[in-house]
């Protein structure tokens, strides 16, 4: 019992060789599948270095569609995920690159459907993830934490009214991360939460003017 909990600190339980390249790849295909939060028509996954060199060997590929369909990074089914019915409910399809400006387990998600999307993460070390943009937008949130994220038009008070509905729930903001195109143009707020919303402030908060997409992502199970 001891060694087995010891095992559960330093590395997730998970299917798979590598922490980094397969439960991270599984996490980070959950998170951008939360962000869309659509059925998607086509996925193309582009693997960037490390991810590109040995992703395939060591199930990043497998990981990064068993997350985009809602697999946990603990199902058996992973090994054999593209022969599961939902495999072929989708296109998707896996590109290789190399670019060291990129980290060396990178990834982006170009979902095409009634809705298209961009996102862009890193697999960071021992199953922890990072996702760092959504379409032209950088964010940065783990999967640690229940997130908001909101694109909007960038007007005055944007985000005091966001964040006044939030504490007024009592709620404590774990970070803030604000990007822009610039002033008065799309902008992004990507909020992470020590507690949870509940469906009645969410709505309070679509009902916001100027708000072009709300996603509400739940943290990840660890």
Do not use: W
Not at 9 to 30: D, N
Not at 95 to 100: I, K, R, S, V
Not at 171 to 199: P, V, W
């Amino acid at each position: 019992m001891a060694q087995s909990s010891f095992i559960d600190i330093i590395t997730p339980i998970m299917v798979g060789p590598s922490s980094s390249h397969t439960a991270g790849a599984v996490r980070l295909g959950l998170l951008a599948r939360n962000v869309y939060d659509a059925k998607p028509h086509k996925v193309t996954f582009r693997l960037y270095n490390s991810y590109a060199q040995t992703g395939f060997g060591h199930g990043t590929d497998k990981g990064l569609l068993a997350g985009v369909l809602g697999l946990a990074v603990d199902d058996v089914r992973i090994k054999h995920v593209f022969d599961l019915p939902e495999a072929k409910q989708i296109a998707y399809e896996f590109e290789y690159l190399e670019d060291f400006n990129r980290h060396p387990n990178a990834v982006d998600f170009i979902f095409e459907g009634d809705l298209n999307m961009f996102v862009a993460g890193d697999s960071i070390g021992a199953g922890e993830v990072v996702i760092r943009k959504i379409n032209e937008f950088s964010v940065k949130f783990t999967g640690k934490f229940n997130t908001l994220l909101l694109v909007y038009r960038d007007v005055p008070g944007m985000i005091s009214r966001v964040t006044k509905l939030i504490q007024e729930r009592n709620i404590n903001i774990a970070s803030l991360h604000c990007d822009r195109y610039a002033k008065g143009e799309e902008a992004s707020m990507c909020i992470c939460l020590d507690g949870e919303l509940d469906e009645k402030i969410l709505k309070l908060i679509e009902g916001i003017e100027n708000l072009y997409l709300v996603r509400y992502v739940k943290k990840l199970e660890h």
